[in-house]
């Protein structure tokens, strides 16, 4: 039995991580089978000359992939084999979002069955991401991230110093970076053109827009899941060479005093859904006395006829998983759309 065990004292790859590689591959190559006792912590500690922890460590690790399983009083057993054939993935998300849901689902649903997905959410708190990325390190065939992250005033941050170390101590073949592109070119990414996504989808609305005296993008800070500042750039990056009146506000207040051909640009859906109300409680019309604009599409708002600009959530998760399943490279811009409803 501890013949499956290989340990190269020399190697660069950690002690406890080669305890790991031995049993994954003594399963895969058939030297060890499901329910078959391995030797316990001691007899690994004593024949490679190792410390309890270091292989208490690799045990852990082991449990936690559910590789193996301890039984009281008796020791450890391989508790499974079937996934150890299939490709491991880390998905990394920063927020719980149904559009972030989406990217994931279809991302699964073209990986199929020959894949085992674990999904992470790290909340945009840098160092839950950064603890993630050390608690997982070499445990994962592919890691796909989505790198989106908040500053202690609540602003967005795309990268910093630490984080960029963490990123690229992942092998780059391991690495899919997801929505927001922040790393070189060499890393296979899908990204969101934030800035220009946004100006060319006004550009195609600007017939509609022209009917409007004014432009309020409803950007709000302050948030516990920040958004990235290029869509204020290519907000008034649009309006400045179209020749617009805009203005910037960070939420629909309470009671606010509306005026007619306004044509409000808004994020959040808590802001959407009270610009709605007051739109109705105030008398006007939304699409003629009123325009409304939201970003990211949901059935809901294909329901309640509000036109928007949005990214393909869909789209974007099934290019994530073809550079898996056919070793697609490059960096690639996912599809923006805007869809003309009746609210502008």
């Known amino acids: 039995m501890l013949t499956v065990f290989k340990i190269k004292e020399n190697s660069r790859i950690p002690k406890y991580q080669q305890i790991v590689e031995s049993v994954i591959m003594g399963v895969s190559n058939g030297q060890l089978e499901i329910n078959q006792k391995i030797p316990s912590i001691n007899e690994i500690s004593e024949e490679f000359y190792l410390s309890r922890d270091t292989v208490e460590k690799a045990y852990r690790i082991l449990k ?17 084999t079937v996934l150890l054939a299939k490709k ?3 998905f990394l998300i920063n927020k719980p979002s149904s559009y972030k849901m989406r990217i994931y689902n279809s991302f699964v649903d073209r990986l199929g ?13 840098v160092q839950i991401f950064l603890n993630l990325l050390e608690k997982y390190k070499n445990y994962y065939d592919y890691y796909v991230i989505m790198p989106h ?37 060499s890393i296979r990414a899908v990204y969101q053109d934030f800035e ?10 600007i017939n509609e827009l022209r009917r409007y005296k004014n432009l309020i993008l409803i950007y709000p800070t302050k948030v516990i899941y920040p958004y990235p500042r290029r869509i204020l750039n290519g ?8 020749k617009f009146e805009f203005e910037i506000l960070e939420e629909i207040y309470s009671e606010m005093e509306l005026k007619p051909l306004d044509a409000y640009i808004v994020i959040e859906e808590n802001d959407l859904v009270n610009l709605i109300k007051q739109v109705r409680d105030q008398g006007f019309i939304m699409g003629k006395s009123i325009g409304v604009l939201s970003y990211n599409d949901t059935p809901l708002k294909e329901l309640l006829g509000i036109s928007v600009v949005s990214t393909d959530f869909k789209k974007m998760g099934e290019m994530a998983a073809e550079m898996i399943k056919s070793k697609l490279t490059g960096s690639h811009r996912n599809p923006f759309y805007l869809i003309h409803r009746n609210s502008i």
């Open 64 to 80: 936690e992939k559910k590789i193996i399983t301890s039984v009281k009083g008796k020791g450890f057993y391989i508790a499974r």
């Open 88 to 90: 491991n993935v880390l």
């Open 113 to 125: 069955v020959d894949a085992h997905v674990d999904l992470s959410i790290y909340h945009c708190d």
């Open 149 to 185: 992250f908040k500053t202690d005033n609540l602003n967005h941050l795309s990268i910093n110093d630490d984080i960029q170390r963490a990123i690229e101590s992942i092998p780059s073949e391991k690495l899919i970076v997801l929505d927001n592109n922040i790393i070189k070119d």
């Open 196 to 205: 220009n996504d946004l100006y060319d989808a006004l550009v195609k609305s």
């Open 235 to 242: 907000f008034r990056k649009f309006c400045i060479h179209h």
